[in-house]
């Protein structure tokens, strides 16, 4: 429970007495978060953590804590302009955290104005519609590396589906989806300032083309929709519901279908070959939500004074994330190839899509999309395996995400000329264009 006082001094607010703070970026982290997780939980309900060198936080491991802080909009604050002024400038981590005028970065009514365009456009696409883009896109990429017998299903699938998915419901040409592409990648892979600045100029260029083309002409897409709800965003909130919606689709998206993708092939229940099995693709993807949410850390909040919330004292303004992951798996996690249930996890709920008035508000189009995106490839390859054992897979470094760097796999090849259906002859080519 949260509550304005308790006993005793306030103790620095990223150190406990022998105890250092933990890193969550770097190999090692990206090998076993896990680990690092089981560390975490001997501060307590929240411990202290580095999002890149020098740049701190408090991270909340505990499922009731997270729940405390994600439903108490009273205590704590999504807005961080009164904080970024301490935001360190040559950080890459900055773009996932500065301030911006959307339905992530605000709170209370100007929070639930920015939030309702988003739920209300979205109501707008009909599931079917949304199935038919996400299996003409699946088609045109799988059409790419079809007959080479093998493919990346990170580099040359997962990871540029949702974009192209997104750039389509916008209602913008196929051909635009490369700008995009570069711009939400980078804005999650930047290694640097240089790298994010360049990513943030490609997403800029992107949207600004987004507004432009709808100003010029509206129809039934995203975009459209966003510019002329009851809103009536400006331009400045237009481009920003933009960008969230499609950083905040892209990377959870890509890696629940990369991840959902690896454990189903190492995994029997789903199939023996993948033309059949006992557990479908939704089952796989509530394993990942559960045991490998695809975004492990994040939900930036700020306590509005200082508060001493489970255990910790906070200082206003002090920024403090949310452990998907570890809250998640704190009874335990399911391994892939493990029933749910064997390692006392027991298969339950999970906080993948946050919480409270800030949890994910296009939960359903999500889940058809990376459900539709599975289902095609493996109706299309369904002999798909791994040329390296799971636990050789490398994973990409960063405090937020929990996402594959590659996922190597081999399968019988697929020609325009054989017999029977392929992706050659059906969809639009120019989608994984």
């Not at 429970?1 to 890193?23: E, F, I, Y």
Request: glycine residues 8%; contains cysteine.
């Amino acid at each position: 429970m949260t509550s304005p006082a308790a006993p005793g001094p306030m103790p620095p607010p990223l150190a406990r007495p022998g105890h250092d703070v933990v890193p969550l970026y770097g190999e090692e982290f990206a090998a076993d978060p896990y680990a690092v997780y089981e560390r975490l939980r001997e501060y307590g309900d929240l411990a202290p953590v580095e999002l890149s060198p020098g740049f701190g936080a408090m991270l909340v491991t505990d499922y009731r804590a997270a729940l405390d802080l994600l439903h108490d909009p009273v205590t704590w604050a999504k807005d961080p302009t009164d904080w970024q002024d301490a935001l360190p400038q040559d950080s890459a981590v900055t773009p996932m955290l500065r301030a911006r005028a959307n339905a992530l970065y605000t709170d209370g009514e100007q929070h639930d104005r920015y939030r309702k365009v988003i739920s209300d456009s979205f109501a707008r696409l009909e599931p079917h519609e949304l199935r038919r883009m996400v299996s003409e896109v699946s088609d045109g990429l799988i059409a790419k590396f079809g007959e080479a017998g093998e493919a990346d299903l990170m580099g040359q699938y997962a990871r540029l589906l949702p974009l192209l998915v997104f750039n389509r419901t916008f209602g913008l040409a196929d051909s635009m989806g490369d700008l995009l592409i570069e711009g939400a990648m980078g804005i999650f892979d930047s290694r640097s300032p240089e790298e994010a600045a360049a990513a943030e100029d490609a997403y800029t260029r992107y949207i600004m083309e987004v507004i432009a083309t709808k100003k010029r002409e509206r129809g039934p897409d995203l975009g459209s929709w966003f510019m002329d709800h009851p809103a009536g965003l400006n331009d400045e909130e237009l481009s920003q519901q933009i960008l969230l919606t499609t950083a905040a689709g892209y990377e959870p998206l890509s890696n629940l279908i990369g991840n959902a993708l690896s454990r189903m092939l190492v995994d029997d229940r789903y199939y023996g070959n993948l033309s059949g099995g006992a557990l479908t693709p939704r089952d796989a993807l509530h394993d990942v939500l559960l045991n490998e949410p695809p975004m492990a850390n994040y939900s930036a909040h700020y306590p509005k004074r200082d508060v001493y919330f489970h255990g910790v004292w906070l200082r206003a303004g002090q920024l403090v994330l949310v452990s998907y992951a570890a809250a998640g798996t704190q009874r335990g996690r399911t391994a892939p190839g493990e029933s749910a249930g064997s390692t006392g996890s027991g298969g339950g709920a999970h906080l993948a899509w946050a919480a409270g008035p800030h949890a994910c508000p296009v939960q359903q189009p999500a889940l058809l999309i990376a459900t539709t995106a599975i289902e095609r490839l493996t109706a299309w390859l369904s002999d798909i395996e791994l040329t390296v054992p799971y636990d050789q897979l490398v994973w990409r470094p960063g405090p937020f995400q929990r996402g594959l760097a590659a996922l190597p796999t081999r399968f019988s090849p697929i020609s325009p000329d054989q017999a029977g259906a392929t992706p050659w002859k059906t969809g639009r080519p120019a989608a994984a264009q």
